[in-house]
């Protein structure tokens, strides 16, 4: 390897490590990623994201828990790893369809997702709970 190229590989490596540590706690505030994850140093900053996912789903217009056994276990299990470490970049529309392949007695499912976060303002861990409603006959629609 030239030198020359040699320096524009180091300088390529000091350049990365200065910048990413600011695109890294952009990326965390914004998409709430996990701050301990893709060589991130807002994880010293920051508490590492937990999210708690609850699935209900809707029957003849009663909502009850999900009985996820087996296989369906497993997915929302993948989908709260995934949400998780990539935050808000991960939709709940691909579990719910799922769901619904799985069984065509559901109207509706239910996702909610909790999870605790830093609150820049006060420095308090401050829990924030989102849910997303997806009807049968909606997903339906947008694949036609």
Known sequence: MSGSIRRRVMLAIVVFVLVWPIAHAGLVARYQLDPWEFFGWSMYALPGARVQV???VERDGE???LRAMGEMRQRVQRFARRRNALGLLVSTEPLAREIFTADSTIDAVIIVTR???????TTRLVGHRAQHRHERHDLEASDS
Request: avoid cysteine; proline fraction near 8%.
């Open 115 to 121: 999870e605790i976060t830093l609150d820049r303002e």
């Open 63 to 65: 909502i009850h828990p």
């Open 54 to 56: 609850l699935v209900e």
